[in-house]
């Protein structure tokens, strides 16, 4: 979830003004041009950057100042800006608006605040509030709030999710949202450890803790979460976690249902932190991550992309495509890395045919309606499923693949350094040879031949970046003719 959508209107615009910095050439950008862009007046492009610059100096040091600057006239730049001082003013700019602040009332303290106390405790005045509460609804009303790719959910099954796709990547890595229960969540992270026998990555320690802190207060505003995703045994998790049971019920007052512990069980399942058996993700259980992970296949295999069918168990890449789609349809969080659209073109390059298969099988899912896929998840999707692709389907089995003669006139040593240097590209999908045979696509050597008709590159001396380069490039030319 794109939390900047509950920004006010002025930190909105500052917001802006720091990503495109953040992401230009040198972290300059000419301000003609952000006048262009975002309809401003020099007068109010000014007043931002003087405000911008205030906010940077509560997040700023000595040793890193961060700061905005105009070098020359008509030039804006940024001063050791990165991707977490930009987090950490997303936070700062969440934080302080009245829109954020009538969400978390509706959704988070509505239990355990009268409205008019709720006010009084933010420094709200009614009419502020409830205007802000008008603005709250457009926003949830824009994102869909409470829509997921998976019908077999309750309404608060929705609601958690969608407060957990907030809080997650705003609070990640940056601070503690709802500071309060922090002991009580090292006591239930700690129990979690020991029962289930986990042990923590720090992201997965991050997104346990937001989790846990949804869900307890979620439960304390008596939000049940109603009927559960999977079908698991009641009395299994209600054994298991027991413990976290009465450590929720001594140290704040509320009791967890066996639903409950159902609930953060599959959570557990779903996020790898914990092993399931397949038979926990049944097509009753999970209709739709079982329909999406019948097409990819089925497109998969009308691709031929293997030189072999009959000779390799393509099993282990349907179970890996199952998984990125169990997640997407239960437990997603909007992606905030791994969705820049001008990074697929690599993939693109690299690997044509499993490009064609991903590419097709998204563009059938929006066109199907299938599942709801915004601009980011398709390219966070793509990365997905290549990476799956890629980990699941040796090299060696790919039915397209340019094959390299290495033939250097210095002998033996020479060609085993090109060799060696060649096999490290193992996501090239090229085989290397060490004779011209009628698969050869190209000629690697030290002097040029005209006994031979294949694409030849010649190299006098050690390659440099440059030759690397050419080869890369003869590559890809040459597998786009192959596909």
């Given at each position: 979830m794109n939390y900047n959508l509950f920004f006010e209107e002025d930190d909105s615009l500052y917001y802006d003004i720091l990503q495109q910095l953040v992401h230009s050439n040198e972290q300059k950008i000419s301000e003609p041009q952000l006048l262009e862009q975002m309809s401003l007046t020099a007068y109010k492009l000014h007043k931002a950057i003087t405000t911008i610059n205030n906010d940077l100096m509560s997040i700023s040091s000595t040793q890193h100042p961060v700061y905005l600057d105009e070098p020359e006239k008509g030039l804006l730049r940024g001063n050791h800006l990165t991707t977490v001082v930009i987090q950490k003013i997303g936070l700062i700019y969440l934080q302080r608006s009245n829109i954020f602040s009538a969400f978390e009332y509706n959704y988070i303290y509505d239990h355990q605040y009268s409205k008019t106390d709720y006010m009084k405790e933010n420094y709200i005045s009614n009419a502020t509030f409830y205007h802000a509460e008008g603005r709250m609804k457009k926003v949830l009303k824009h994102i869909d709030f409470g829509q997921i790719n998976n019908p077999n959910t309750s309404p608060e099954y929705r609601v958690r999710l969608h407060l957990f796709q907030l809080y997650y990547p705003a609070y990640n890595g940056?601070?503690?949202?709802?500071?309060?229960?922090?002991?009580?969540?090292?006591?239930?992270?700690?129990?979690?450890?020991?029962?289930?026998?986990?042990?923590?990555?720090?992201?997965?320690?991050?997104?346990?803790?937001?989790?846990?802190?949804?869900?307890?207060?979620?439960?304390?505003?008596?939000?049940?979460?109603?009927?559960?995703?999977?079908?698991?045994?009641?009395?299994?998790?209600?054994?298991?976690?027991?413990?976290?049971?009465?450590?929720?019920?001594?140290?704040?007052?509320?009791?967890?249902?066996?639903?409950?512990?159902?609930?953060?069980?599959?959570?557990?399942?779903?996020?790898?932190?914990?092993?399931?058996?397949?038979?926990?993700?049944?097509?009753?259980a999970m209709p739709t991550a079982h329909k999406l992970t019948d097409h990819f296949m089925e497109i998969a295999h009308q691709e031929k992309f293997l030189a072999d069918p009959d000779k390799l168990d393509v099993s282990p890449l349907r179970?890996?495509?199952?998984?990125?789609?169990?997640?997407?349809?239960?437990?997603?969080?909007?992606?905030t890395t791994f969705v820049d659209p001008s990074q697929v073109s690599f993939f693109q390059e690299s690997y044509p045919i499993f490009d064609g298969i991903i590419s097709r099988f998204i563009k059938t899912v929006h066109n199907k309606q299938t599942a709801i896929i915004s601009d980011k998840d398709s390219v966070n999707?793509?990365?997905?499923?290549?990476?799956?692709?890629?980990?699941?389907?040796?090299?060696?089995?790919?039915?397209?693949?340019?094959?390299?003669?290495?033939d250097f006139s210095q002998g033996n040593l020479y060609t085993n350094y090109i060799v060696k240097t060649l096999n490290s590209f193992s996501n090239a999908n090229i085989k290397i040879e060490d004779h011209i045979t009628e698969d050869t696509d190209i000629y690697l050597s030290d002097f040029y031949s005209s006994f031979i008709s294949q694409t030849q590159i010649t190299w006098l001396d050690p390659p440099t970046p440059t030759d690397w380069s050419q080869l890369a490039d003869t590559i890809i030319a040459i597998k786009k003719n192959k596909n």
């Open positions: 940056i601070e503690s949202p709802f500071a309060d229960l922090d002991s009580l969540i090292e006591m239930l992270v700690d129990e979690l450890q020991s029962v289930c026998d986990i042990r923590y990555t720090p992201t997965q320690l991050n997104k346990l803790s937001i989790f846990l802190k949804i869900w307890i207060l979620r439960m304390n505003g008596e939000h049940e979460i109603g009927t559960t995703l999977l079908t698991l045994s009641k009395n299994e998790s209600a054994e298991r976690f027991e413990s976290v049971r009465s450590i929720i019920a001594s140290e704040y007052l509320i009791t967890a249902s066996d639903d409950e512990l159902d609930y953060l069980y599959t959570f557990l399942l779903i996020q790898g932190y914990m092993t399931a058996q397949p038979a926990t993700f049944s097509r009753e179970d890996e495509i199952f998984k990125i789609n169990v997640q997407f349809t239960t437990f997603y969080v909007e992606p999707l793509y990365f997905s499923y290549m990476f799956a692709m890629i980990n699941s389907i040796p090299m060696d089995w790919m039915a397209s693949r340019v094959h390299i003669c290495v």
